[in-house]
Every structure is written in C-alpha cells, then in structure tokens.
C-alpha cells in the first residue's frame, strides 16, 4: 500500500486544513508515494517509537502530536528532535502528526473523550467560523439533474443532519460564442438565449477544489458560470472542544473519581467543588484554559482539559469545575481513535499500538 493512499483516508476525516496557524500537522518525514510495509501509532513520535518501529519493520509513524513544530537549522542530533528525524530518514520511516485537526473535527479527540465518560447529545464547544463556501452554478434546465447530483457526489450539499440541500431557480441566460469557441448550444457569433436553473449549494472549504471539479465535468458548457460567496455562519461540525451530558444527575465527587478511573490518572487537579450534583461536561483534549469562556456559556458542570496555570484556576470564579487531568492522560486514546479510522478503511493493513509511554510527566505518589 502506498502512503498517500493512507493519508488521504485521515485526511477525509480531518482535513489538514483544520488545524491550528501555530501548527505542524501533516507529512513530516517521507514522501506520499512510498510503499507502506506497517504503521505504529502513538502519541508522540519520539526516538523509543522510531526504535519500536525498526524493530517491528514497520516504516511509518502515526503520531497525534508533531515532533517538530518549527524550522530546523541543524541536524547533528543535539537534541531529541534532530535525533528522531535523523533515525527515521536514515531508516526510510516516514512521520505522519495528525494533530489540531484532528481536535477540530466532530468525530476526533474530544469525541473520543465524551464517548469514554458516556456522554450523550454532542456539541462543538466553540464552533470555527470561516470554514464554508456557498457555491451558485448557472446551468441548462436540461443539465440541472446531472449537475446537482454531480456536486452532491462530490461532497456539496450539507448542512447539520441534512445532505443534499440546494436551492434553485429558474431564469435566462444570453451568451455569444466568439470565433473558435465550441458551444453546446447556439451559434458562434449570434447572441443566444437559454432557459437556465441558478443553483446554490453550501461546500465546506477543504471540499470545494474536488466539487468544482466533479461540477465542470458534469455541465455541458464550454465555459462554466459559477460564483463562490463566504458564508459567516460557523460551522456546527468543526471547531474546539465538545460539551455534551451524563445520562443522569452524578454527586461532583463521585463523577470526579470515575474520570481519574476511566483516564488512569494518578492525579486530578480541580477547582473547589460548588454543587453536589454534576450532568453538563465540558472537554478539551490537551492545553484548553482558551475554552473556559466558552465552557461558562454552555452552561457546564465541570470542564475538563489540561495544562491548567495556577492563576488561571481562578479563572472558574464559582462558575463551573475545573478538572485538570494530564494533557497526556486526556489525549492517550487519540491511539485507540487512529486505530479505528484506518481499520475502518484498510482492514488488514497491519497496526502496531506503541507499548511505549511517551508521556514526560511523572507523579510521586503515596
């Protein structure tokens, strides 16, 4: 198998595009067209896992977090970054992150999370904006259908729970074919009218080159008109964080001890408890204080996530529970995820999950 044929069953699911300006996700050692011998998925790319992955014969890495987040200027392996790209080029292992995006989509980390709590009715914590498109395409009354199915196909079309939402209306179009053109209808050099449909669909961003594409194929004009239009409205499947709820009231510190059970936490750090009973979650895989406003909103309980400052605990003023729980300990089943998207797909591609724990942090306990 060739690794651009696995990359573009993740990146179906969360597309690079997603992912944070301060990040690096994507493609950091090897190239999309090698062959594929085995994949060892983990957490963090470090150098114990290129070890694993030599050791198994597998020759590519599928890591939540980038090793590198910033330009090299050196490689003599001075440090652990330097040493792991140097092990992993020398033995032809490509290194693939998957990291904000795969936060920002509906079915990623957080879901992950939610669905490990039990959670039920799944939002976006905080919906990202800027990630649609409508698309309005001018077409022959006798081509609409072929059209419209065509950027359905593509991917066009969804909105919410809905698919294959359009809107159209019908008009006239005059064109006047110059000296070379081919044109279906009408003769070149004579204003011609037409019975035309307008049709608007909304495309999300990272769809649009392919369902442009699968439109001009499927229209029988030479020349296409077509309009894109920025939409303002966030988009309710991507964005940061998830909020959801248990299926039923719990006491605060019950619900706190069943997190530290589900998550193998040694420790949990949390504001003072307000209330005895918790039923609205908050969650955030990794460093999360960004989302505590937004959690406030929602009206949550309790908000989980990560790397909280001692200052910033302050920050919950009465208004929920904070619970930090380890930026490694919320995120360590993204592994368990990434086995998922690609057994779904390749079924008997072979998967390695790490028995390395990449996690820095360590707890003095009792």
């Known amino acids: 198998m060739r690794l651009k044929q696995i990359l573009e069953h ?9 992912q944070e300006n301060y990040d690096n996700s994507g493609l950091i050692t090897g190239n999309r067209d090698m062959e594929i011998s085995g994949a060892v998925l983990c ?9 694993e992955a030599i050791s198994l014969g597998h020759n590519l890495v599928i890591a939540h977090h980038p090793i590198v987040f910033s330009g090299l200027k050196r490689f003599n392996g001075s440090n652990y970054i330097q040493r792991v790209i140097i092990k992993a080029i020398k033995h032809d292992i490509a290194i693939y992150a998957c990291h904000t995006n795969l936060d920002n989509v509906i079915s990623g980390v957080n879901k992950e999370i939610c669905d490990r709590l039990g959670l039920e009715n799944l939002e976006i914590l905080s919906p990202k904006p800027g990630q649609l498109t409508k698309l309005t395409v001018f077409v022959p009354d006798t081509a609409k259908e072929k059209v419209r ?15 294959e939402c359009s809107f159209g209306v019908a008009g006239e179009g005059t064109f006047k074919a110059g000296d070379g ?29 392919r369902v442009i594409g699968a439109m001009t194929k499927a229209h029988p004009y030479e020349e296409v008109a077509y309009d894109l239009y920025p939409v303002q409205k966030s988009h309710q499947g991507v964005g940061a964080g998830m909020i959801g709820n248990l299926t039923q009231p719990i006491k ?18 949390h504001t003072a408890v307000l209330k005895d009973e918790v039923e609205r979650i908050a969650v955030c895989g990794g460093s999360g204080s960004f989302l505590l406003n937004d959690a406030i909103r929602a009206k949550a309980d309790v908000f989980i996530t990560a790397d909280y400052k001692y200052h910033q605990f302050f920050d919950a003023d009465g208004s929920l529970v904070i619970a ?17 998207i690609l ?24």
């Open 252 to 269: 605060t510190l019950d619900f706190l001890k069943q997190v530290k059970a589900a998550f193998k936490c040694d420790v949990i750090k």
């Open 181 to 209: 053109s081919g044109p279906f209808v009408g003769e070149i050099g004579e204003r011609h009218s037409e019975s035309e449909h307008r049709l608007e669909v909304i495309v999300e961003n990272w769809r649009i080159s």
């Open 10 to 18: 993740i990146e179906s699911i969360a597309p690079s595009s997603l």
């Open 43 to 51: 957490l963090d790319s470090v150098e114990e896992v290129i070890d």
């Open 149 to 163: 199915s065509a950027i359905f196909e593509a991917g066009a079309g969804n909105i919410g729970d809905y698919s």
């Open 343 to 366: 057994r779904e797909k390749f079924p008997n591609f072979a998967l390695h999950f790490t028995e390395i724990n990449t996690n820095p942090v360590n707890y003095l306990v009792g």
């Open 324 to 340: 930090d729980i380890g930026h490694f300990e919320s995120e360590q089943f993204t592994i368990d995820l990434f086995g998922q």
